[in-house]
């Protein structure tokens, strides 16, 4: 049996009135999902246990077979696994992110999609001059911090994402002694930065600087079994985002390199779907992770959506579908993490729809894969963390 995940970041949405009342998902052109909704069987999925931040660390580690609220210890800990970095024993990685800030808030928690070597220049010059812990360099604005302390779990900290335009001062770290030094690590940085030559020359290009860090996510190395010792199963990832490479590390996968996947709506699509073809042929199960519904969620940008949703349809899907019948048997489960609606730009913790089609899955009366046909489902709703037992019959 051959097993595919594919899972479309962000994609679920709330009804927009641009769109007659209706979802990215129920206006966009997406022949090959609405026929794995119609020839399978439908339902939705709660991805977020109660009581959680809607992330997509959270939801992932759900998707691929594991309860967040027992193995769950941070973002951090994931993506410092995706770029080899070791953690000891009392070490805390937090999710660095360079950001703009102007006039005290935070105007984009991305800096324009700062590049990678952009982003090289700024994590040297702050390993320079701070001496507390050290900072890694990871893809595009998204960064590492590693502070050498167990005490820095109990900050509590925000994800900027959800903080654009609200003063910086409101959602400083906070909780105790530790925290003042990570909002001052935080407050020093636009120090460094505002006048650094990088800003400096993207400020004349017309870009945003990345003027200032931004630190969250934070938790220390999860201890947890490898999807081959859970479930017997080879496994393997294809993303360009740090934080799924990182489960997959954690999970013992394969973590598939594919050129031109940026974790940004500029993926090459059509090389995720063929890798994902190629790593069918000596893999059980293949999580295929797409991000750009997400960003595009972010920006509250519909039309962005809509076309990454048929990109991932046309470009994906669709030859997934041509190749999965030459196996002798195969599922395959369509579905997102979290929605990231265009109305509030940010994650929420609502049920997703997923679908899954293949061997032995009897069919409902679906047509369209989508939020609202979804609730109609023989499926019900059902929690992520069990989705793999289901389709393995563990």
Not at 2 to 9: M, S
Request: aromatic share 6%; net charge neutral; glycine share 8%.
């Amino acid at each position: 049996m051959k097993y595919v995940i594919l899972i479309g970041d962000g994609m679920a949405d709330y009804p927009i009135p641009e769109l007659g009342e209706k979802t990215p998902l129920q206006v966009a052109n997406k022949p090959n999902m609405d026929h794995v909704a119609e020839e399978g069987a439908n339902g939705l999925l709660k991805t977020i246990p109660d009581g959680m931040e809607p992330g997509s660390d959270v939801a992932n580690m759900a998707i691929m077979g594991y309860n967040p609220k027992k193995y769950y210890t941070g973002r951090g800990p994931l993506e410092a696994a995706s770029i080899g970095i070791e953690l000891k024993k009392d070490d805390v990685a937090f999710r660095c992110n360079l950001i703009t800030v102007h006039d005290g808030r935070i105007i984009d928690f991305n800096a324009n999609h700062i590049s990678t070597k952009e982003s090289s220049k700024l994590i040297k010059t702050l390993n320079e001059h701070f001496n507390i812990g050290k900072f890694y360099t990871g893809v595009s604005y998204r960064n590492l911090y590693i502070y050498p302390d167990r005490e820095a779990l109990k900050v509590k900290t925000r994800p900027p994402h959800d903080i654009i335009g609200e003063p910086i001062e409101d959602h400083l770290p906070s909780n105790g002694e530790t925290a003042e030094k990570i909002k001052q690590i935080i407050k020093e940085s636009h120090k460094i930065l505002k006048d650094h030559p990088t800003n400096i020359e993207r400020s004349k290009k017309g870009k945003r600087p990345a003027n200032m860090i931004w630190l969250w996510g934070q938790g220390q190395k999860p201890t947890m079994k490898t999807l081959r010792e859970k479930y017997g199963l080879k496994g393997a990832t294809i993303t360009g985002v740090d934080l799924i490479k990182g489960l997959g590390v954690y999970l013992g996968l394969d973590n598939v390199n594919v050129p031109g996947a940026t974790g940004y709506l500029d993926t090459d699509y059509k090389a995720k779907g063929e890798h994902a073809i190629k790593a069918l042929q000596d893999h059980d199960i293949i999580f295929i992770h797409v991000e750009a519904p997400d960003e595009a969620g972010h920006a509250r940008n519909i039309k962005e959506k809509i076309k990454a949703i048929e990109n991932i349809d046309s470009k994906i899907l669709g030859p997934l579908l041509d190749e999965l019948p030459s196996y002798d048997s195969f599922r395959l489960t369509l579905l997102t993490d979290h929605p990231t609606p265009i109305k509030v730009g940010t994650h929420t913790p609502d049920p997703v729809p997923y679908a899954i089609y293949g061997e032995n899955i009897e069919k409902d009366n679906i047509r369209s894969y989508d939020e609202e046909s979804a609730k109609r489902g023989r499926l019900g709703l059902s929690v992520a963390w069990k989705l793999l037992d289901k389709l393995t019959g563990s």
